[in-house]
């Protein structure tokens, strides 16, 4: 079975994995602990925003027909009656020849219908010579010298959003904007998928713990921290942290033991044709569905995936460019797919290649890539050392190039392009 797996492409395994799995059920988290998640239900507005006409800017509430004509040279006087911070309520009308000092976020004065900005005004004691106006010492006038239009900086309620209007929709991943409409409404507690439970072992004799000295044909176990980190950056738990040697009844007990507490069961290396490639011998024993053990890509030719009941396996190949791959190509649509993510897939774009990309392939290659953004034009470049063993690569890259099988692609030929959402654009 070993040397003649049959093989499946990308976009089959992806399929084959979605098509087995179940989303998760739902369940309430505080609102400041719900970043990241998958909102479980639709949110209404429960309430007009703004609930009550507000003033968009520091200044005076003011009848717009009493300033109507004003000028630098002409302006119009308005006796001051009071200040309505934000947060107070007025507690008196305007009426003709009126104004009231109001804040940014205070609600009008009955009466007003625009707010004329600190900046076009000037405060005043008294009212000067004019006639129309008493003359006391505690008064305060305003000297409006520019007319506004009606409404001019006033909310009116419902503006934002209306009652009863659709704000988010089931599947939406909780991130800033987001949390600021669960916090307008009072949302405190979040419906929220629960977040899937990974077992991630890696395998492997040769693995050293990080806090290990260096030994002669020993390595320090990186994909252990990568691993968690990703998962992590799919929002999604790691329950146990474990490394196996190369012994194939230790991994299976662990594995077997672990499909029946977790969701997924995440393990690198030893999927190839090795000795010593414990993996493969053991899903080819598999007490479960087998999803696929070969797929037509590089790097990450040897991933495979099972399952059992609703539990995956994903085993990833040890090489450490092949499991960020396989990670991101298979298990990330996994995670996703469990918290019933809207977008479960990366998202693909086209881009202009640059540099040249010769190498012929008989299976498509995904290549470590960076997106740059000049002159309105999107492009990708490779990041350098691409080979499946090589882990110095994986930090600068921001997408995945996708390369035909065939002859290679040339600078300046458009390319498709997937987005890996764990590293955002540099
Ligand atoms: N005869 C063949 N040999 C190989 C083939 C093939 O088709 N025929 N494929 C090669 C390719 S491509 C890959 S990729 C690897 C896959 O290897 P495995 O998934 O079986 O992984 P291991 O054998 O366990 O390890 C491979 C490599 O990765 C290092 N490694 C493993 N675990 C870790 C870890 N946790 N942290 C860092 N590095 C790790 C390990 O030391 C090996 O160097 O097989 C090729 N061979
Ligand atoms: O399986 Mo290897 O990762 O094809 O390059
Ligand atoms: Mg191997």
């Known amino acids: ?255 077997c033991d672990w499909m029946n507490r977790v969701d997924v069961v995440l393990t690198s290396g030893g999927v190839s044709v090795g000795d010593f490639d414990i993996m493969a011998d053991l899903l080819d024993n598999w007490d479960g569905q087998v999803l696929f053990q070969k797929i037509e890509m590089r790097p990450g030719s040897v991933t495979s995936a099972a399952a059992r009941g609703n539990a995956f396996l994903c085993a990833l190949s040890g090489n450490p460019g092949a499991c960020f791959v396989g990670f991101e190509l298979f298990v990330r649509p996994v995670l996703h797919g469990l918290q019933a993510r809207r977008q479960v897939l990366p998202t693909a774009f086209t881009a202009v290649l640059r540099g040249d990309y010769p190498k012929a392939n008989i299976y498509a290659r995904y290549l470590r890539g960076q997106t740059l953004l000049h002159e309105g034009k999107v492009y990708v470049e490779p990041v350098g050392k691409d080979q499946s063993s090589v882990t110095v690569s994986i930090k600068d890259s921001d997408c995945l190039i996708v390369i035909p099988p065939g002859g290679g692609v040339r600078d300046g030929e458009m390319v498709t392009a997937l987005r890996l959402p764990s590293q955002p654009y540099a």
């Open 1 to 255: 079975m070993k040397f003649n797996r049959p093989t499946v492409d990308v976009g089959k395994a992806q399929d084959l994995l979605l098509q087995h799995l179940t989303p998760l059920e739902a369940e309430i988290v505080p609102l400041l602990e719900s970043f990241g998640r998958t909102l479980a239900e639709d949110v209404h507005a429960t309430h007009p925003v703004p609930h009550f006409v507000k003033s968009g800017m520091d200044g005076y509430a003011v009848r717009a027909v009493d300033i109507q004509g004003a000028t630098p040279e002409t302006p119009a006087l308005l006796k001051v009656n009071e200040v309505i911070p934000c947060g107070s309520l007025p507690t008196k009308p305007i009426g003709p020849g009126e104004a009231a000092r109001i804040m940014t976020g205070a609600m009008l004065p009955e009466g007003a219908d625009t707010v004329v900005m600190f900046e076009m005004t000037e405060e005043r004691q008294e009212a000067g010579g004019d006639e129309g106006f008493e003359k006391k010492e505690s008064l305060k006038y305003a000297v409006v010298f520019k007319e506004v239009p009606l409404g001019r900086n006033v909310s009116q309620i419902g503006e934002e959003m209306a009652a009863g209007e659709l704000l988010l929709e089931r599947g939406r991943t909780i991130q800033a904007g987001e949390a600021a409409l669960l916090a307008t409404f009072g949302f405190s507690e979040v419906p929220v998928v629960r977040r899937p439970r990974v077992a991630i072992f890696t395998t492997g004799s040769e693995l050293l713990a990080v806090d290990a000295p260096l030994q002669p044909g020993k390595i320090r176990n990186s994909n252990r921290y990568m691993l968690t980190s990703l998962v992590q950056s799919a929002s999604a738990q790691v329950v146990s942290l474990q490394t196996v040697p190369d012994d194939i009844e230790q991994a299976r007990a662990l594995v």
